[in-house]
């Protein structure tokens, strides 16, 4: 089992920049996709970024690509969300998810689940 906790979540400027941490506990981290997420109110959960469990394979949604870098370190448990030029519709809940599936843009693929971190960028 892995229990996840987000952080870093705020309130910042458009064009400005945030980074998103993701704290695992659990022996297996090391084997599960993690994945990022975002829901704003009113709005399914979409996928945003996702790195495979080497840390060595990044993947990102179209609207985020080139803007967020996601990188992961499995000797601390951690993966980061590097979130730059943020936009007004960047704003939303962040979650961070565990998968142990290759479907990677998959929301009902990931097994747990963290509680969220506020993002609100102002324009």
Same mark, same amino acid.
């Given at each position: 089992?892995?229990? @996840?906790?987000?952080?870093?979540?705020?309130?910042?400027?458009?064009?400005?920049? @945030?980074? @998103?941490?993701?704290?695992?506990?659990?022996?297996?981290?090391?084997?599960?996709?993690?994945?990022?997420? &975002?829901?704003?109110?009113?709005?399914?959960?979409?996928?945003?970024?996702?790195?495979?469990?080497?840390?060595?394979?990044?993947?990102?949604? %179209?609207?985020?690509?080139?803007?967020?870098?996601?990188? &992961?370190?499995? %000797?601390?448990?951690?993966?980061?969300?590097?979130?730059?030029?943020?936009?007004?519709? %960047?704003?939303?809940?962040?979650?961070?998810?565990?998968?142990?599936?290759?479907?990677?843009?998959?929301?009902?693929?990931?097994?747990?689940?963290?509680?969220?971190?506020?993002?609100?960028?102002?324009?």
């Amino acid at each position: 089992q892995v229990q @996840l906790v987000e952080s870093g979540g705020g309130l910042v400027q458009a064009g400005g920049s @945030l980074r @998103l941490s993701c704290a695992a506990s659990g022996r297996t981290f090391s084997g599960y996709v993690i994945g990022w997420f &975002r829901q704003a109110p009113g709005n399914e959960r979409e996928f945003v970024a996702a790195i495979s469990s080497s840390g060595r394979t990044p993947y990102y949604a %179209d609207s985020v690509k080139g803007r967020f870098i996601i990188t &992961r370190e499995n %000797d601390k448990n951690a993966v980061y969300l590097q979130m730059n030029s943020l936009k007004p519709e %960047d704003t939303a809940v962040y979650y961070c998810a565990a998968s142990r599936f290759s479907q990677v843009m998959v929301v009902n693929r990931y097994s747990y689940w963290g509680q969220g971190t506020q993002v609100t960028v102002s324009s």
